[in-house]
């Protein structure tokens, strides 16, 4: 049973994984007339365009380039295309020369910068160029210490600066950190210079290569104080200088106290290392200082943890004061004994020398593709986080509003976290079900970062985001269990606003229910309606139906009829009492189940089998519900529209049980376009369509073809089941039996934080001490000021931001929003 399972996991991650890194055609650059361009232009989309009379040697070259830069640019939202210049058309920007040289960014119809193209000299300076135009608010360029000194004093207090120097304008490394201004500009403020002399005058000499700092101002209270520097010392790559702001953003020190081995932070899933200062109950504050000293030194390099020994279950050796922990998976963590903080520093410089020199000489064997970061969501996280979402639509909540705010109105409450990819993928789809919802529902969306109110998760009850609960007044919330999508939450809200089961009085009203006129608003987001027909003394029969509709409320209508003139109903459908009446809206028919002795669950697993469709089409989407139900795949490849000729063989064999043990389905490569990346995994290379494909998840992974040259008939089909079910036919190919699996295990802080309290040992702070009871928790609530501090004995887990250097017991600063 586990490798079966595991089968289908294996099945459905290839499935997920080659819809994500399924690419279209390449795109190639747009050749327009003047007119047909500028129709083309929208109001705030960005457009860079080259305007040109004919083609020449001397334009040619300029042209290949502006075609490589054509992906990169719309992956911004910005389109690149090649005017044409005509005699039947004139333009003041195509000009009287033969060969103009010349191209232009605009933003809707207006014209924001023009660009001679000997500027624009290769596919990194197009980028560089086009992105330092759109970005003049998000980048500013200076030229000498007085403008960054201005710019440092202003920031004070209230944000970061990135900092860098590049060689010249339209370098690689200019287009990397124009990328990184993309995605980080409205988080940080960024500055760039190309002034040798200023660079020399913050200290550093080496001016032949392209340098990042990251400027800590927003902790900084005094005009007179300085920000703190962090050099950046990889090369200014776009992954490198995201993976360093990734660091800044980590928290500076955090404590632990479980086994070194077990951790798992951010740094490592950036690739570096983790030091472990180990201490103990006497010598806690002054090991916290050197920690914290270390932390500074080491920043953007490793990542440091202060090892409580006391509360650990695991034996640290009594002479080690340091835990060195390499990023590689399944090498043992080093203990060791280092009394010099340089001693420590040097250890972690020296381990990424080595791995470096081990990177440069794996570079041509086909080393992994560092542009993906954690996973797949994070990757899209960072490539798309440019686009400020409209938050305004959504309320945010705080512990001081949260309890007002869900007892006065119904409200959806989405609990994440900012620093968690899926979160924010997810806060996207969020935001734009506010935009549907806008002006239409009476429920009220808010939200609430848990990366800045943990107490009031973890009072909610949640240990893991993102996670979507309901609140109704007089009723326990409701969470929600289905995919993170707008249109699944939406259902979701939907169904939501009528109470299943819907308490049915008469014959005519079951009668509506049943076609669909009575929640005729509500049958888009549930094509099935279920009727349940109990007698009046069927009183356990109805308690189970009951708790079953409360069970799937949101997911599809329920309702139940228990009158006395219920035989009428039971008749005229030829249902045996109890059952249940499924409506199908859109094939227009009603289906009896009986529901002899069922209880709760098992009504449950009838309603939800029923809601799966015969003959699916699978698409992206709706593909994770059916390999739920664990059976082979049995896929109709198709260009298009299937042949209802084939579609009805395929169901006659599904209303004869032929195709009981499979999940028969079909797949539009047209809606799909994923569908021909798989054909070709299988194929090698794409077969001819419509074809029939089984991935047999029961024998390691193999996928059988039905013969290409045999019509699709109920015959031919049912014979080629015989011989697949009697070894006689050979596969095509058999899936990698690899794991699926993301690069470190979830690390749940908030539940490791519950987990620590009967385990940490107490430090004397009376009013840290009374979190350990829940009924003065709600007396603190009374006490904005003393809740909003950390319960220190309490957890397991602590962070400790960059601020407590410069102000002991400051309250931890709210994430900017605008960092979406």
């Not at 705030?44 to 640019?73: H, I, M």
């Not at 009850?461 to 999508?485: A, D, I, Q, R, W």
Request: net charge negative.
């Amino acid at each position: 049973m586990m490798s079966f399972s595991f089968n289908i996991f294996r099945v459905g991650i290839s499935f997920v994984m080659m819809c994500v890194f399924y690419k279209s055609a390449v795109d190639s650059l747009s050749e327009l007339s003047p007119q047909k361009y500028f129709s083309t232009l929208q109001p705030g989309k960005a457009s860079l365009a080259y305007f040109c009379q004919a083609d020449s040697p001397r334009t040619s070259v300029f042209l290949e380039e502006l075609n490589e830069a054509v992906k990169p640019l719309q992956d911004y939202g910005i389109s690149v295309a090649k005017v044409n210049c005509v005699k039947e058309e004139t333009s003041r920007y195509c000009g009287k020369e033969k060969d103009l040289v010349r191209a232009y960014l605009f933003r809707g119809d207006i014209l924001l910068r023009e660009f001679p193209t000997d500027t624009l000299f290769n596919v990194n300076a197009i980028v560089a160029h086009v992105l330092f135009a759109l970005l003049f608010n998000e980048v500013k360029y200076i030229t000498t210490l007085e403008d960054l000194q201005n710019i440092e004093n202003a920031l004070k207090g209230k944000a970061n600066i990135a900092f860098s120097y590049v060689r010249a304008i339209g370098t690689p490394e200019h287009r990397a950190v124009m990328e990184a201004a993309f995605v980080y500009g409205t988080t940080y403020q960024f500055v760039l210079t190309t002034e040798t002399a200023l660079l020399e005058s913050i200290g550093t000499e080496d001016i032949e290569n392209a340098h990042l700092y990251f400027f800590h101002c927003k902790q900084v209270l005094g005009l007179t104080e300085q920000c703190r520097r962090t050099l950046m010392e990889p090369p200014l790559t776009t992954l490198n200088i995201h993976r360093f702001i990734k660091t800044m953003e980590a928290p500076l020190l955090t404590e632990v106290a479980e086994d070194p081995q077990q951790v798992s932070t951010v740094h490592l899933q950036l690739g570096l290392p983790l030091v472990f200062i180990v201490s103990q109950q006497a010598t806690y504050e002054a090991d916290r200082r050197t920690a914290e000293w270390v932390a500074w030194r080491l920043l953007g390099k490793a990542g440091v943890l202060l090892l409580l020994r006391d509360s650990l279950e695991v034996d640290i050796p009594l002479h080690a004061n340091v835990v060195f922990r390499r990023a590689e998976e399944g090498v043992p963590a080093e203990f060791l004994v280092l009394h010099d903080i340089d001693l420590i520093i040097s250890r972690v410089e020296s381990n990424m020398h080595i791995e470096e020199i081990q990177e440069d000489g794996d570079e041509d064997m086909g080393s992994p593709d560092m542009d993906i970061q954690d996973d797949e969501v994070a990757e899209t996280v960072y490539r798309d986080r440019k686009r400020r979402l409209p938050l305004e639509l959504t309320v945010e909540l705080t512990e001081e509003t949260f309890n007002a705010t869900v007892v006065a109105s119904d409200s959806i409450v989405l609990f994440y976290a900012g620093w968690q990819a899926v979160s924010m993928a997810f806060l996207q789809s969020y935001v734009d079900l506010a935009i549907k919802l806008k002006g239409t529902s009476s429920m009220l969306l808010t939200r609430v970062n848990c990366a800045d109110w943990p107490d009031l998760c973890t009072k909610q009850n949640v240990t893991e985001f993102p996670v979507v609960k309901m609140y109704k007044e007089g009723k326990s919330p409701v969470s929600y269990p289905g995919m993170l999508g707008t249109e699944d939450l939406l259902k979701f809200i939907q169904l939501n606003r009528i109470s299943c089961p819907v308490n049915i009085t008469s014959v005519q009203e079951a009668e509506e229910y049943l076609s669909g006129e009575l929640y005729k608003d509500l049958i888009s987001y549930s094509s099935v309606s279920v009727l349940g027909l109990f007698s009046p003394n069927m009183t356990t029969a109805k308690e189970d139906f009951t708790e079953a509709g409360n069970y799937l409320k949101g997911c599809v209508i329920t309702g139940i009829y228990s009158e006395d003139d219920v035989l009428i109903l039971s008749h005229k459908y030829a249902a045996t009492l109890p059952a249940l009446l499924l409506a199908r809206h859109k094939e227009g028919e009603i289906e009896s189940i009986p529901l002899a002795n069922s209880p709760a669950q098992d009504i449950v697993q009838i309603i939800t089998d029923a809601l799966v469709e015969t003959f699916p089409e699978i698409t992206v989407e709706n593909l994770p519900i059916y390999l739920r139900l664990q059976k082979p795949l049995f896929i109709l490849f198709s260009d298009g529209s299937i042949n209802p000729q084939y579609k009805k063989a395929i169901l006659t064999l599904v209303n004869e049980k032929h195709l009981d043990s499979l999940t028969p389905c079909w797949l539009n490569l047209k809606n799909t376009p994923v569908g021909r990346g798989i054909l070709e995994a299988y194929f090698d290379a794409l077969p001819p369509l419509p074809l029939l494909v089984m991935v047999n998840l029961h024998s390691g992974g193999q996928v059988f073809a039905f013969p290409s040259d045999q019509a699709i008939t109920e015959q031919n089909l049912l014979l080629w089941l015989k011989k697949l079910e009697a070894g006689l036919e050979s596969h095509i190919t058999i899936l990698p039996a690899q794991e699926w699996k993301p690069p470190l295990p979830a690390y749940d802080f908030l539940s490791m934080m519950d987990a620590a309290a009967s385990h940490r040992p107490t430090r004397k702070d009376p009013e840290c001490a009374k979190e350990t009871d829940a009924q003065e928790n709600d007396k603190k609530h009374e006490d904005k000021s003393a809740f909003r501090k950390e319960p220190i004995e309490t957890l397991r887990i602590k962070h400790w931001n960059r601020s407590n250097l410069f102000k002991e017991g400051e309250k931890s600063f709210k994430h900017d929003n605008k960092e979406l």
